[in-house]
């Protein structure tokens, strides 16, 4: 069965310090893979998506995220975090021949010291 | 343009009542897909509607129900309701097609029951 495995429940960074946040999925085809992030009694938004081709996605918010096939994973990276970044990330995998199905990880909480 | 709008923002409700919980997605978008996200976890799949059909359907009871309108809003409904439904329920739009896995959440209704 198809899974996603965010290993970290909690990581704090300090500002301007840069972030990674990993990501591993269980699939047996090429996934489509997503990250999302979810503000304290917020919708999710969208950050960034990979569905084929050139593995370093690009997203909003200076984030941007690398398909590793060889790994199963997708991890999320930010360069310089700043303080709004706080949040809860999650990442989620699409299952192909099911439109519209996505399986989130549990997430990762992001915390931010100045 | 206005995102995926959802309503009531938040509901108490008793145990054994039924709800109604209502989504409109972003102009445009012809699918909407409803999840459950209990406290501390990430959103679980319960259904994908697309053009008025039901196209997926995740592992939740039968007391789980929706549909969509010809303006492509959508409802979803629980009955007998438990105390383990308790959760955020989130809907979110996309276009359709293999489209239908990039999907654009709403702010979610927090239902509460007692």
């Known amino acids: 069965a198809q899974s996603v495995t965010q290993p970290d429940i909690h990581i704090t960074v300090s500002e301007g310090a840069s972030l990674e946040l990993r990501c591993n999925y269980s699939y047996g085809a090429t996934p489509y893979l997503f990250w999302y992030v979810q503000s304290p009694g917020q919708g999710l938004q969208l950050l960034l998506k990979y569905f084929s081709g050139d593995t370093l996605v690009q997203g909003i918010k200076g984030f941007e995220a690398e398909f590793k096939r060889s790994q199963s994973s997708f991890n999320l990276r930010k360069p310089s975090v700043h303080w709004s970044d706080a949040a809860e990330y999650f990442c989620a995998v699409g299952v192909r021949g099911s439109q519209g199905n996505l399986i989130f990880g549990k997430g990762t909480k992001l915390s931010v010291k100045p | 343009d206005a995102g995926v709008t959802q309503s009531p923002t938040h509901l108490i409700k008793t145990r054994g009542q039924h709800v109604t919980l209502r989504c409109s997605p972003i102009?445009?978008?012809?699918?909407v897909s409803w999840y459950q996200q209990v406290l501390g976890q990430g959103p679980q799949f319960i259904f994908q509607?697309?053009?008025?059909?039901?196209?997926g359907r995740g592992n939740f009871p039968d007391r789980f129900s929706a549909r969509q309108f010809p303006n492509y809003s959508s409802e979803l409904n629980v009955n007998a309701l438990l105390l383990g439904d308790s959760a955020l329920y989130l809907c979110?739009?996309?276009?359709?097609?293999?489209?239908?896995?990039?999907?654009?959440f709403g702010p979610g209704t927090r239902l509460t029951v007692t």
């Open positions: 509607y697309y053009e008025k059909e039901e196209r």
């Open positions: 979110a739009s996309s276009l359709g097609g293999l489209l239908s896995y990039e999907q654009y």
């Open positions: 102009s445009g978008h012809k699918s």
